[in-house]
């Protein structure tokens, strides 16, 4: 498998750090209000990733974390009249609520920032007794000048950095680009204890005493949007190998950015929109297929046409998979014709595809395009005349990849209630009476209900559209 590391600007090969196992960590939210559709995308491709890689056999623990103590989440508990935990809990709670919706697996551990104060505070501790670190009024801060590689992710020099950047205008800091790694306490923000006295932690250090914490001093895989290689992920590296002195992590994978209507995202826009504002027009499934019909580094328009389209898409491949179950329910031979034996081997083509497309650096495109191609094939080679071994092995085959990218993996609701039963019933009889005109009204009372009804040789299909 070949991964585009963002340090080496090259698809190198992975090789993990211990063989069939993955140390991986992906940079979540912050909590204070519910994630936007930009957000949506690296916990999508990232998902992706790790999906595929247990898909193939690996072992990984992947981390994900929660910013729960943040200048936006006090401003929110102050806005709402309600504590900064308040504030985090809740939005950690609705962030699960849109994680689910958009097929995201559980992290091995959702670790919270407050939960790792102590962790914090040594690490911190220990890069001022190391010399990197300095101690001004309260605050401390990194001396990027001491750690020779700062600028390495982002191949910048520092003057390129310092010219480039925005950077906050605070007389204490020794050089323009330090950053903060524990803020003094203000009145009416919460603080911990520390040898520097009351205060809390800085944005950057979060991610790597808890990537240190659960995974170890270096990983396998960093992941997360391209906003944040700069500072974020690059001063992670600095702050992470200067206490090692140990490289910090492998590989460093980034997605592309996310464009609104061809527009960048932007509340002054008027374009900003969250998963939640989404959920209400397109189920949420549609934009994860949305997310994965494109390459993850290359940058993406998001717009009312773009989802249409995926969902008409995904569709498809529902009614494919809906089709196949149908025939297969209806089937009557079990063993493989001597032609079926011989077609069946253009399965593994197909599996063969989907592989080749993710072990290239992810393309997750190139996979579902296979999955179609799959699709078309199952469509073309199966129907009321095959055999039940082999309409089975396609759906097998179709469901393996399909749930690789956790896509056409819900359950359709055959649950008919007794009103419909019994119109479908009486359409039934009114067509054997061959009474069309009302066998076509409770055709338009049902398909106004929702249910859309397939006249076939072996029954009738429905489905809830």
């Known amino acids: 498998m070949k991964l585009y590391n963002t340090l080496t600007r090259t698809k190198e090969e992975f090789v993990p750090i211990e063989e069939g196992k993955v140390k991986m960590y992906v940079c979540g939210p912050t909590v204070y209000n519910y994630i936007h559709i930009g957000n949506a995308r690296p916990f999508i491709i990232f998902d992706s990733l790790r999906r595929y890689l247990e898909y193939r056999g690996y072992d990984v623990t992947y981390i994900q974390n929660f910013t729960d103590v943040d200048d936006k989440i006090i401003k ?27 097929g995201i697996k559980r992290a091995s551990v959702h670790p919270r920032v407050t ?11 220990e890069l001022e007794d190391k010399g990197y670190a300095y101690e001004v009024n309260g605050d401390v801060y990194f001396d990027t000048k001491k750690f020779e590689g700062y600028g390495k992710l982002s191949r910048q020099n520092q003057d390129d950095l310092e010219a480039g950047a925005r950077i906050e205008v605070n007389g204490q800091k020794r050089h323009p680009m330090d950053f903060v790694l524990w803020k003094a306490k203000k009145e009416g923000e919460p603080g911990w204890s520390s040898p520097w006295g009351e205060g809390r932690p800085g944005w950057h250090i979060e991610c790597s005493v808890m990537s240190n914490r659960y995974l170890g001093e270096t990983i396998d895989i960093h992941a997360g949007g391209q906003d944040l290689t700069f500072p974020h992920h690059e001063n992670e590296i600095a702050q992470s190998e200067a206490r090692s002195g140990k490289t910090f992590s492998n590989y460093w994978i980034h997605n592309g950015y996310i464009n609104i209507n061809n527009e960048k995202m932007s509340k002054s826009k008027g374009n900003f929109f969250t998963v939640r504002d989404i959920s209400k027009l397109y189920d949420l499934e549609a934009v994860r297929f949305f997310m994965l019909s494109a390459h993850y580094r290359n940058p993406v328009n998001f717009s009312d046409e773009m989802l249409s389209q995926s969902k008409a898409g995904l569709e498809r491949l529902y009614n494919a998979k809906e089709k196949l179950e149908f025939t297969i329910s209806n089937l009557q031979k079990s063993s493989m014709t001597e032609n079926e034996i ?20 992810v393309n997750t495109a190139d996979a579902i395009s296979s999955i179609f191609e799959l699709s078309k094939f199952i469509n073309s080679n199966v129907n009321e005349e095959s055999t039940l071994e082999f309409a089975t092995k396609c759906l097998d085959e179709f469901n393996e990849l399909t749930s690789v990218l956790n896509i056409v993996n819900k359950k359709k609701d055959d649950v008919v209630d007794e009103e419909v039963e019994r119109l479908i019933e009486e359409r039934t009889s009114a067509k054997k009476n061959k009474d069309f005109k009302l066998a076509d009204e409770i055709r338009q009372k049902l398909l106004d209900m929702g249910i859309v009804l397939e006249d076939t040789r072996q029954g009738v299909k429905w489905k809830r559209v």
Not at 79 to 101: C, L, M, Q, R
Not at 115 to 125: G, T
Not at 342 to 361: G, H
Request: proline share 2%; charged share 35%.
């Open 115 to 125: 939960d790792n104060i102590e962790q914090i505070i040594k690490f911190v501790k």
């Open 76 to 102: 929110r508990g102050h806005e709402e009249g309600i504590s900064p935990e308040e504030v985090a809990t809740k939005y950690i709670n609705e962030y699960f609520v849109d994680a689910d919706g958009l």
């Open 342 to 361: 011989s077609i069946v081997k253009e399965l593994d083509a197909y599996r063969q595809k989907f592989i080749s497309a993710m072990e290239d650096d």
